[in-house]
């Protein structure tokens, strides 16, 4: 599968290790009852940490220069700290500048670095479908025995290790594990495939009982997009895994009536949208709100929650409500647009959004390029995860913004993605 060809002896010294660390550490729960919503530091943010600092050390050894492509960073970096020095209250922006450099530039620049070889790039890959499959295997138990968050009141949402306060962590995570779990599938053959395949219907299944509409949406388009890619002759097998997973879920009776409203919500969104799709409605309004006052560089990190009873319309909520057996009952703040390119607007106008959308741009661009190129089963299958990876993550920013441990994973997939193109500078 993805660890096919590793070598028997692995060297520990590999930086490269502590990102696998980090993804590991993403599935340690998370005690946010007693936490400052507004900053927050996990475990997988030391770990990542710990990888910055490597690749610091790595590069002051090598007198390494950074590959052209890798500039690609500079734009979100320069944008976000203009946006910042502008804003009304810098000090406490600074949480969001930090935060927003973390993801966005400074992990998956320290990826380019310590990323030595395939090697590397699949025990990431590796990792982050073991941290997936954790994470599905104990959402489903979840939702099987009524341990999960609560919803319609019952506890039967799977949210894995991550909580009701991060209810979208766990369908994150799966999603991402989906996506290689698929690129396997799609390109090998005899007992990988099966095995990719037996993994990718738990996978669905707990990406089902979760219950998020926006990672439903978004892993559809993903896994369209790389069916299309990889031959119509694989779109059979592709639906199959689908359907067996969507019919595991009914079969057991693992809350397949609310799975059944969950589905037919989505078709009425425009027409008869529900109180959490009214808010959102809502917090996109005062995003756009904040916006056309402060078209250049926005309101500044974090500004939005600072700002939001200034703009927002009256029939939104200021707060939602979670519960989880762990945690218990809280009233979470909504301290976002729930959109991340209308959260970057927001926050950092025009000048953010622009660097925000040339990064992705370059990414997709440059994947395409390295994809277009690839012969070996290896090849094509990161080409897939790429292109997976880019369509889930787009189409997921339309419905969410950043935010919780799983920020971490998304923050080293960038840099996985950054090292395979800057691979072929090297190359």
Same mark, same amino acid.
């Given at each position: ?38 900053? =927050? ?40 700290? $203009? ?26 620049? $320290? ?51 991550? !909580? ?27 007992? *990988?495939?099966?095995? $990719?395949?037996?993994? /990718? ?61 969950? /589905?037919?919500? &989505? ?10 799709? =009214? ?10 709100? &904040? ?18 009873? =200034?703009?927002? *319309? ?12 762990? =945690? ?26 622009? $660097? ?47 935010? !919780?441990?799983?920020?971490?994973? &998304?923050?080293? &997939? ?14």
């Amino acid at each position: 599968m993805v660890v096919a060809s590793l070598p028997r002896t692995l060297d520990w010294r590999r930086p490269g290790l502590l990102a696998v660390l980090a993804v590991a550490l993403v599935c340690v729960p998370q005690q946010r009852a007693q936490l400052d919503p507004s900053f =927050n530091v996990t475990a997988a943010d030391v770990a990542a940490g710990c990888l910055v600092v490597a690749a610091l050390v790595h590069a002051a050894r090598g007198r390494l220069r950074l590959p052209r492509r890798a500039y690609l960073l500079a734009p979100p970096a320069v944008a976000v700290t $203009a946006a910042t020095l502008a804003c009304a209250d810098v000090v406490a922006a600074l949480p969001g500048f930090v935060r927003y450099l973390e993801i966005f530039v400074i992990v998956p620049l $320290a990826m380019a670095i310590v990323i030595r070889d395939e090697v590397d790039r699949r025990l990431v890959a590796a990792a982050v479908l073991g941290a997936a499959l954790v994470q599905a295997v104990l959402g489903c138990w979840q939702a099987y025995t009524g341990s999960g968050a609560s919803y319609g009141g019952q506890s039967i949402r799977a949210i894995g290790t991550f !909580g009701a306060v991060d209810v979208m962590g766990m369908a994150t995570v799966v999603s991402y594990g989906a996506i290689v779990a698929l690129a396997v599938a799609l390109t090998t053959r005899g007992r *990988p495939r099966v095995a $990719a395949a037996l993994v /990718l219907v738990v996978l669905m299944a707990a990406l089902v009982l979760s219950l998020s509409r926006g990672a439903w949406l978004a892993w559809l388009m993903a896994g369209v997009v790389m069916v299309l890619l990889s031959g119509s002759r694989k779109a059979v097998g592709a639906a199959v895994a689908g359907a067996l997973a969507l019919g595991l879920v009914v079969a057991a009776g693992w809350g397949s009536s609310t799975v059944t409203q969950r /589905l037919a919500s &989505m078709a009425s969104v425009a027409s008869q949208p529900d109180q959490s799709v =009214n808010d959102r409605y809502g917090l996109w309004e005062t995003a756009a709100g &904040m916006w056309r006052d402060h078209p250049l560089l926005g309101v500044g990190p974090r500004g939005f929650a600072a700002w939001r009873d =200034n703009y927002a *319309p009256l029939h939104v909520s200021a707060s939602s409500d979670t519960a989880d057996p762990v =945690n218990g009952f809280q009233r979470q703040e909504l301290r976002s647009p729930h959109n991340m390119y209308l959260l970057v607007l927001s926050e950092q106008g025009l000048a953010g959004l622009t $660097a925000f959308v040339l990064l992705w741009a370059g990414l997709a661009v440059w994947a395409a390029r390295r994809a277009r190129g690839a012969r070996t089963p290896a090849q094509k299958a990161a080409g897939l995860c790429a292109a997976g990876f880019l369509t889930w993550q787009l189409v997921d920013f339309v419905y969410a913004d950043v935010g !919780g441990s799983p920020t971490v994973v &998304m923050s080293i &997939m960038i840099g996985l993605l950054l090292s395979w193109v800057v691979a072929a500078d090297e190359a």
